[in-house]
Every structure is written in C-alpha cells, then in structure tokens.
Nanobody
Framework: QVQVEESGGGVVPPGGSLRLSCTTS????????MGWFRQAPGKEREFVAA????????TYEDSVKGRFTISRGNPKNTVYLQMNSLKPEDTAVYYC?????????????????WGQGTQVTVSS
C-alpha cells in the first residue's frame, strides 16, 4: 500500500557529488517524516539523515554532517539527499524511508516503508 522508491545512485570519485531523489505513494491522513539509511557490505544498516513533514527540522548522522543535505520537496511526498565531498566509506546501498508519523526518534523501528535501495559507490 505505502510505497517508496529512490533513485540517483552511481559511481563517483572521492570528493565527488551525487543527489538522491525519493518519492513515496500511498494515501494517508497523517503527516510523516522521511529519511535515508544506508548499508555497506558486512556492516549493519545505519541512519543517515531525516527531515520532518514541514522540512524545517533535519537530523544527520555525525559522519555526514556538513557534507550531506536532506530536503523535503513540494509536494511533501518527495525528498532529496544532496551528497557532497563523498568518501570511500560512504559506499553503500542507500534506502529512502517513510516514517510512521512526524516527530519520532528516527530509528528503523519507526519506519513504515522502505525503498528498494540505490547503490552509491565512491571509488578510489
């Protein structure tokens, strides 16, 4: 019912940039936050960034602060992740998520739906 789809991954050199895009569908009467997780081979899934319904509150994992920017589109069922100054350790499958509501702690436990993922590879 609730669907999430992301795109924009690719292969870039260290220091390069990518912008990921995401859309969600599925009718709801509630407002919801959206965000991004990532998972590298052999590593656990980790939170990257999230933005609330209005777009006025953003949250970032420490390792991406100052390099990544999450933004909410208009209409509100879109979200973007601008990734600059990419590092090899950013290599992962990036998943867009739609949260159950607005104002949660942005853990995986509060995710309503996950996208299929888009591969980001930072080659050295």
């Amino acid at each position: 019912q609730v669907q999430v789809e992301e795109s924009g991954g690719g292969v870039v050199p260290p220091g390069g940039s990518l912008r990921l895009s995401c859309t969600t569908s599925g009718r709801t009467f509630s407002f919801y936050a959206m965000g991004w997780f990532r998972q590298a081979p052999g590593k656990e899934r980790e939170f990257v960034a999230a933005v609330n319904w209005s777009g006025g509150r953003t949250t970032y994992e420490d390792s991406v602060k100052g390099r990544f920017t999450i933004s909410r589109g208009n209409p509100k069922n879109t979200v973007y992740l601008q990734m600059n100054s990419l590092k090899p350790e950013d290599t992962a499958v990036y998943y867009c998520v739609r949260y159950n509501s607005d104002g949660y702690e942005y853990s995986g436990d509060n995710v309503r739906s996950w996208g299929q993922g888009t591969q980001v590879t930072v080659s050295s």
